[in-house]
């Protein structure tokens, strides 16, 4: 699954803003102190202030392993 | 507003529009018609005065009833019961006609719904949550529900593992009650009616198991994900298309119920 990566400014920049109405961009802590977003959160950003999120970099999200018990 | 209702002409519908389901339908903005007959079929017969041949109100032992209908996640985000917006969504959530769909790395639902809050019929001994989902998949991630700190006092529901289990906890701190599964799809409710015993509905089958409840979490659930002590985590991919929480309900309703949801989601063409 693609996803795009944040520096922590990025995310700061994003955190309680809605990209579509009624749903928030939500920042998710990944490896080596970077973020990401996902695909759907970049293609449906409208807002220019926040076109910047197109030009992210992309890549290959690896799922960290869930607690099924 | 509501121009298109069909129930001057069909018999399910004499009586006219609940007011229930009036309320939702005018606060959530929607007008569709087969919307509107299949929440008005829905609310009648959740107060047992609908056309399933029930006389039992589960209404009134439900604290929350979330259709997921209108195809937005604004129209989404409102509750059938309280006919008021109480839940708002994060990271990559799809949304369409037929529910919400995860996508299993960012996306969840708020729910304001904290068991331990008190006023709720979701009690420590009565209790329970359940979902619709649309899609078969398998993974470890929970769909809906919440722990504290020190992952205590646990109220989750995983639908299909990749070991092909489904995993429920209700009220408890360890232990989860496990029963084998291979299909995620169709309607799932975690159970309790007292103090010794945690049941699981998967469709129409009901298992039970020993499982001593502990205590409420202070924690609000999160739908397509859990609470994980203020954190979302584990997200699900599934497509769900209706939640509840609720006070505990006997066997005899809670196959009831599943017949109402699912004669609701045949109303509504997306049933599985």
């Given amino acids: 699954m ?11 920049q994003l955190l309680g803003v809605e990209y579509i109405a009624d ?6 802590e990944y490896a080596n102190g970077n973020w990401i977003i996902s695909q759907k959160e970049v293609e ?10 197109k030009d992210l970099l992309q890549i290959e999200y690896v799922k960290p392993k869930d607690n099924a018990s | ?8 002409s069909n018999p399910r519908f004499f009586g006219g529009l609940d007011a229930d389901a009036l309320a939702f339908l005018t606060a959530a903005g929607i007008t569709d018609a087969t919307i509107t007959n299949a929440i008005n079929r829905l609310v009648k017969n959740y107060k047992g005065l609908g056309d399933l041949n029930n006389s039992v109100n589960l209404w009134n032992v439900t604290d929350r009833i979330i259709p997921l209908v209108g195809g937005t996640l604004t129209k989404c985000g409102y509750d059938l019961k309280t006919a008021t917006k109480l839940y708002d969504f994060f990271g990559g959530m799809g949304v369409n006609s037929n529910g919400i769909t995860g996508n299993g790395t960012n996306s969840y639902a708020k729910t304001g719904f904290i068991p331990s809050a008190g006023g709720l019929n979701y009690t420590l001994n009565s209790a329970r949550f359940g979902v619709y989902c ?7 991630s929970w769909v809906m529900g919440a722990f504290s700190t020190g992952v205590l ?16 906890f209700v009220n408890i701190n360890n232990n989860a009650f496990v029963i084998s599964n291979s299909d995620s799809r169709g309607w799932f409710c975690a159970n309790r009616i007292d103090s010794l015993n945690s049941k699981i509905i998967i469709n129409t089958a009901i298992s039970s198991g ?11 659930f999160y739908l397509m994900a859990r609470n994980a002590n203020g954190s979302d985590a ?4 599934t497509q769900a298309a209706f939640f509840i929480m609720g006070g505990g309900l006997s066997d005899a309703n809670l196959l009831l119920e599943r017949t109402i949801i699912q004669a609701f989601q045949t109303d509504l063409g997306r049933a599985v």
Avoid: H
């Avoid at chain 2, 649309?134 to 470890?140: K, L, W």
């Fill in chain 1, 2 to 12: 693609i996803v795009y990566l944040l520096t922590v400014a990025q995310k700061n």
């Fill in chain 1, 23 to 28: 749903c928030t961009y939500n920042p998710l």
């Fill in chain 1, 44 to 53: 449906q950003t409208n807002d220019e202030k926040f076109a910047w999120v």
């Fill in chain 2, 1 to 8: 507003m509501f121009g298109n209702y069909i129930g001057a």
């Fill in chain 2, 134 to 140: 649309r899609t078969n998949v398998q993974e470890d």
């Fill in chain 2, 153 to 168: 006092d646990i109220s989750n529901l995983l639908l299909r593992s990749t070991t092909n289990q489904t995993s429920s």
């Fill in chain 2, 210 to 220: 020993l499982r001593t409840s502990v205590n409420l979490t202070n924690r609000e």
């Fill in chain 2, 234 to 237: 584990n997200y699900v991919s």
